[in-house]
C-alpha cells in the first residue's frame, strides 16, 4: 500500500510526488475562481466611476445655476433701485 504523499522512487523519472500535483490542481481551480470574481469588481468599478462623474456633473450644474441666478438677482436689484429714483 502506497501513500500519494510520499517520495516516488528515483529509479522512475517520470512519476511526480503527488504533493506538486495537489499544488499545481489548487493553483488552477483557485485561477479559474478568480474570473467571476474579478468581472464583478470591474463591474462595479465601472458602476462607481458612473457614479462619481454623475455626481460631479450635478454638483457643476448646480455651482453654474446659482453663479446665474445670483447674476440675474444682481441685475433686477439694479434695475428696481434704477426705477425708484426717477420718482
Known sequence: MSDTNENPSTDDPGL???QI????TQVSVHTLGL???VAAVNGYLGQAQAQSILFANMVNQQAQLATIAAATLTDELGELLKSGDTQ
Open 16 to 18: 511526480l510526488n503527488g
Open 35 to 37: 474570473g467571476p470574481a
Open 21 to 24: 500535483t495537489d499544488s499545481l
